[in-house]
């Protein structure tokens, strides 16, 4: 297949272009500059977001888009103006890839837009599957509900629209979880908050795979869970760290100093929401990493 892929140099659209590669497929990356960017046999670069481009020309023919692109969520503390570039990132590369695929000849097939499991809100004692469809509150809930709708506009043009909500991305260098790690490689790490906020976290693996599941799997649309089938309580899932790491989990984090310390984007790691991934099971998805020590173990113990 021919997959485009916007974000495709971040951390999920590199681990995803790697993934799919292997995979046989030719994969299209949405770029804003080609000329620093080295192509391989199987992958190009298209540029895309400029003053004159027209990336439709480059892109005819191609079986699948995958949008990733936009302003990282822990890219600083959350002020006003980091707020609009969350969401004005988001909504800008999504209206552009409905604008190409409105303007191919050939539709794609499917359109996969990533999203977040912030959609649910936080919540200590529910359970979330892709059957709550009422939103949360608060900026991220609101954010990936913009996102949501302008990603489900690509259903005019007869595209298959998948919503991938990410849960806590579990990766060796970029994401969460080098900063969750940090405290346990210095003997100071312990709970975080109250410790009962839920993490329903996923292997970077799996993103890529689910991703390319959903791709393949023609009766996969709408919103899909991208979590492990274990979620765990911040408490277990640092205890856990510890246990992989052999390292003490003693040495609380109030979570006030959080809040302090990061204002509004402490909710990240304060709050939470046990999520579960009905529709990859439904669907006969399998995880390569369902278990959390597992996860690590593979993430943390590797060259």
Do not use: C
């Not at 988001?90 to 837009?113: C, D, G």
């Not at 856990?240 to 509004?264: C, D, N, Q, S, Y």
């Amino acid at each position: 297949m021919k997959i485009a892929i916007a974000g495709g140099t971040g951390l999920i659209g590199s681990t995803l272009t790697d993934y799919l590669v292997e995979k046989g497929h030719h994969i299209y990356i949405l770029t804003r500059n080609r000329s620093n960017k080295k192509e391989k046999p199987q992958v190009k670069f298209v540029e895309w977001l400029g003053m004159e481009t027209e990336p439709e020309k480059g892109l005819e023919g191609v079986d699948a888009f995958v949008n990733l692109a936009g302003e990282s969520i822990n890219g600083g503390r959350w002020t006003d103006t980091q707020k609009r570039k969350i969401i004005e990132s988001r909504i800008t590369s999504t209206k552009e890839i409905n604008r190409i695929i409105k303007a191919l000849k050939q539709k794609p097939e499917v359109l996969v837009n990533a999203s977040a499991i912030g959609y649910y809100g936080t919540s200590q004692d529910k359970t979330f599957t892709e059957k709550d469809e009422i939103p949360g509150t608060g900026f991220l809930a609101s954010t990936v509900l913009a996102w949501e709708k302008e990603a489900e506009h690509a259903k005019a043009f007869g595209v298959r629209t998948v919503l991938t909500r990410f849960g806590i991305v579990l990766d060796k260098d970029e994401g969460a979880l080098p900063q969750m790690v940090l405290p346990y490689k210095m003997f100071v790490g312990g709970k975080i908050g109250s410790g009962d906020q839920w993490m329903s976290w996923v292997h970077i693996k799996d993103v890529a795979g689910a991703i390319a599941f959903s791709i393949e799997n023609k009766k996969i649309d709408g919103p899909v869970n991208v979590t492990a089938p274990n979620p765990l309580q911040m408490k277990d899932f640092g205890k856990t760290v510890g246990k992989v790491m052999k390292r003490p989990h003693w040495f609380p984090t109030p979570g006030f100093a959080l809040k302090i310390a990061l204002g509004e984007m402490s909710e990240l790691v304060l709050e939470g929401q046990k999520v579960l991934p009905d529709k990859l099971d439904k669907y006969g998805y399998k995880f390569f990493y369902i278990h959390l020590d597992d996860a690590l173990s593979n993430i943390l113990q590797s060259k």
